[in-house]
């Protein structure tokens, strides 16, 4: 889990927890969420009406829930699709840059090799 997650991300993880239904213990735990943004995120989730709160101290999913959690996963693989791309792009222009620095180098060692070529023959003149 190196990267951080963003808003998206920890709501439908919060949403994939309690599609089965949850108490708040499991969720924080599952979710790997603090109490307290476990609370800030409960109250968003439960105001957008994607998660309702039952007897029992338990969390479940409402078909809103589960609409949200179907997008996500669209979202995430489109997302995930396009970050491919731009990575392969980034390495096309690194390859592009590194093909024209190679050569650059090699411009300015011919040009500074000529260069102690004609000083040397302006010595001997």
Request: charged fraction near 30%; include cysteine.
């Amino acid at each position: 889990m190196g990267k951080y997650r963003h808003k998206l991300q920890i709501i439908a993880d919060i949403l994939s927890i309690v599609s089965k239904g949850a108490r708040r213990t499991h969720v924080m735990y599952q979710a790997n969420l603090s109490y307290r943004l476990l609370c800030r995120y409960l109250d968003i989730v439960t105001g957008a009406g994607l998660v309702k709160y039952e007897n029992e101290d338990c969390y479940k999913l409402t078909p809103r829930g589960k609409e949200f959690l179907d997008k996500f996963d669209e979202y995430s693989t489109h997302w995930k699709h396009l970050e491919e791309q731009v990575s392969r792009v980034n390495h096309e222009r690194l390859t592009l840059e590194n093909m024209c620095s190679t050569n650059l180098d090699s411009a300015e060692t011919n040009r500074g090799g000529r260069r102690k070529e004609r000083e040397q023959e302006s010595v001997m003149v």
